[in-house]
């Protein structure tokens, strides 16, 4: 039997994590295997806060807010699970962090989570996100839920 292929908008991503705006930094899943992976995006716009003080003559998206993308969309993923429902995902580790590209206004973040390894409350993913087809940054990353 085929894995099932989920979708989900911003309003069903906001029943699934607790960030808000300014942090709620993903705006659709627009392909999500329970328990295995999802790929999604977020608009950038010159008016994001963070534009407006990191470097704003030459405005980027900060690494650790890249970072943090990734671990919404993985947190996105584990709540698709029956047994983690409800929970709060949080951040256990990164490693391997590695930004390749720059970020800036008008891009479309495209974020890439793969769930790699589950063992009761700690969960290891990989995420890369891309501007284009360019690689921007690539992480693996630990979370505990809690």
Do not use: W
């Not at 699934?16 to 295997?33: A, G, K, Q």
């Not at 993308?69 to 990164?94: D, F, H, N, R, S």
């Amino acid at each position: 039997m085929a894995d099932e292929v989920l979708s989900f908008g911003i309003e069903e991503i906001m029943q699934m994590i607790p960030h808000r705006y300014p942090f709620l930094l993903i705006d659709r899943i627009t392909e999500c295997v329970p328990g295995k992976y999802a790929k999604g995006y977020k608009n950038l716009t010159f008016n994001e806060e963070f534009f407006q003080g990191h470097f704003p003559e030459k405005p980027i998206m900060p690494g650790v807010l890249q970072l943090e993308a990734m671990a919404q969309m993985g947190a996105g993923i584990i709540m698709t699970l029956p047994e983690y429902k409800g929970k709060l995902v949080v951040y256990a580790g990164i490693d391997g962090a590695r930004f390749k590209a720059m970020v800036r206004p008008g891009d479309r973040f495209d974020i890439h989570v793969e769930l790699v390894k589950i063992k009761g409350p700690i969960i290891k993913a990989h995420g890369r996100a891309y501007v284009g087809e360019k690689l921007a940054v690539e992480a693996d990353m630990l979370f505990s839920v809690v």
